[in-house]
Each structure stands twice: as C-alpha cells, then as structure tokens.
C-alpha cells in the first residue's frame, strides 16, 4: 500500500518558471490537501479538496493552483515561482467524515523547492 | 479565527531527563487534537490523538498527552527521553464541525547526552 505519493522530492527553479506538484493517493480517500511549511511557522494550509471537481482556498492559496479530476491525484500548480515560495510543500489526505479512518490524516513524504 | 500555539520553539533537554511540550489552541467547541513528528528531512508522522473520552492519551514511542477543555490545551510529555527522540513536534487542531486541520508552529526538541 502506496499511501501518499509525492513528485518530485527535490526542485529547484528559476523565479518566473512554472512546475507542478503531483500528489497521488491509494486509499480513495475524499479529502486532500496541500500545505507548506516554513521555519517557526510550522504547516500551513495552501488548498484543498472534499472530492473529485471541488477545491477551496486555505491559509495561503496565492500562487498556487490546484484541481481535482479523480479522486487519486490533487496536483499543485506553480505558475511563475517566486522565491518567496521556497519551502517544502507536503501533500495529506484523509477519508471523510470523522469517524473511523476519517480523522486518521496521511502525508506524503515531502517536497523541498528551491525558487532561486 | 482558529490558532494553536507552541509556546517554546525550542526545548533542549538532557537525555533521561522529563520534557513537556506545550500546545494551547483556541476554540469554544469541540475540536480533534494531534500532536505530529518530524524528523530531520522526513515528512510528518503521527504521535497520538484525542478525539474523546479519557483526557489522557498514550501514543508511540513513550508519549501521552493531556486535553485540558478548560485551559484549551493538550501538553505533549515524556519521562525519560532519548536522543533519537530528537525532532520536530507539531500540535494540531481539528475543529469536527470544520473540514480544516491547522497546526502549531512547532516545538523543535534537542535532547542533550
């Protein structure tokens, strides 16, 4: 079991450069979302998604979009990188509801980006 | 707007010796608390959780938690701590009625030999 799956784990890009994040999860999990993180400000919520067709803003959406045509892969857009959106960016899903396996959140292992 | 706060960013502390990290979060109804590891270049792994029931939670690796409803907060301890436990420890906050997790800025724990 896969869990969450997350490409690339190393990127560095050139400001103005466009990339994608891609996350993928086996558990047919509802939920997902993305976060980043950054020194002594610890995760915070960039986008995320109830299902397949519906997204939302988080915390910190600008720069970033996302979309959600299956319900295996949320994948996390960067259009023109900044260096301000240097960070390490983790993927998280989980199913839905609160009961059960729903209050159980799995992460992916991470992807640190370099904006230079 | 919901926060969770972290109030040490960092806890240096002699191995075998007790640690207590500490989690306040603000929120007027019921809420799932977390407390996340990371270690150094890995992504997050969880510790424990309260979701309800007793207030004492016992996680892996030796730790337990406290929910403290009347103080909003939910203390992470150790008695006796090992430098592999050396890493970075997150609070989280899970209002159930809200389909958002948000999360403390961190405590980073260095355990000293």
């Known amino acids: 079991n896969a869990g969450v799956t997350q490409t690339p784990k190393f990127q560095v890009l050139k400001t103005g450069q466009s990339m994608t994040l891609q996350c993928a999860q086996d558990?047919?999990?509802?939920?997902m979302s993305w976060y980043r993180q950054d020194p002594g400000m610890g995760l915070r919520l960039i986008h995320y998604?109830?299902?397949?067709?519906?997204?939302d803003q988080g915390e910190v959406p600008n720069g970033y979009n996302v979309s959600r045509s299956t319900t295996e892969d949320f994948p996390l857009r960067l259009l023109s990188a900044a260096p301000s959106q240097t960070s390490v960016y983790f993927c998280?899903?989980?199913?839905?509801?609160?009961?059960?396996?729903?209050?159980?959140?799995?992460f992916g292992e991470g992807s640190w980006l370099t904006v230079v | 707007a919901q926060s969770v706060t972290q109030l040490d960013s960092q806890v240096p502390v002699f191995e075998e010796a007790p640690v207590e990290l500490r989690c306040n979060y603000s929120s007027s109804v019921s809420v799932y608390l977390f407390w996340y590891v990371q270690y150094p270049n890995q992504g997050l792994q969880l510790l424990l959780k309260y979701l309800s029931g007793s207030t004492l939670v016992k996680g892996i690796n030796g730790f337990e938690a406290e929910f403290n409803k009347s103080q909003t907060s939910f203390h992470l301890r150790k008695p006796s701590v090992h430098i592999s436990d050396t890493a970075e420890y997150f609070c989280?906050?899970?209002?159930?009625?809200?389909?958002?997790?948000?999360f403390g800025p961190g405590t980073s724990l260095s355990v000293i030999p």
């Open positions: 989280a906050v899970w209002k159930t009625s809200y389909d958002k997790v948000i």
């Open positions: 998280a899903s989980r199913a839905s509801g609160t009961g059960g396996s729903g209050n159980t959140i799995y």
């Open positions: 998604s109830v299902g397949a067709g519906i997204t």
């Open positions: 558990m047919n999990h509802e939920y």
